[in-house]
């Protein structure tokens, strides 16, 4: 159903376009040749006006029953969701594998240890000075 409504919206807006692009510019600024157009024999006088500004007012109102129908379609097929579903769940607290310190390495060594990426094997670090003996 909606599909449809889609299409008709569109042929409505096609047909709204070429129903304004027919009508007789007042300004005459942008037609062809300083004025005009090119459609200057096509509808003449009242008769043009008219019809054109009755078109345009139905082809109008067709667009804006058109629109809110689709988003009336759109909210409705939409299931109600509240702040809380989006939210993440608590993380468990930490048990027994968890380090007491960080064990070395950068940062990114550190953080893929901790999501068992890699087997949590400590880094190379350098060798801690020792007291002279006596």
């Known amino acids: 159903m909606q599909t449809v409504l889609i299409i008709v919206h569109l042929i409505i807006v096609l047909a709204l376009i070429g129903v304004v692009l027919l009508q007789r ?3 005459g600024g ?3 040749g300083g004025g005009g157009g ?3 024999g096509f509808m003449t006088g ?4 008219n019809a ?3 078109a345009t007012a139905i082809l109008a109102g067709l667009f804006f029953v058109t629109s809110i129908a689709l988003t009336v379609m759109a909210t409705t097929t939409r299931a109600p969701r509240s ?5 993440a769940p608590a993380a468990p607290a930490p048990g027994p594998q968890a380090p007491a310190a960080p064990q070395g ?7 893929q240890r901790l999501q068992g990426d890699q087997p949590a094997a ?5 060798p801690a000075p020792t007291a002279p003996q006596q």
Do not use: C
């Open 25 to 27: 510019s007042e300004g």
């Open 30 to 32: 942008m037609g062809l």
């Open 38 to 40: 090119g459609v200057s």
């Open 46 to 49: 009242r008769g043009q006006a």
């Open 52 to 54: 054109l500004t009755r």
């Open 83 to 87: 702040i809380l579903d989006g939210a």
């Open 105 to 111: 390495g950068n940062v990114l060594e550190q953080l």
């Open 122 to 126: 400590p880094a190379p670090a350098s």
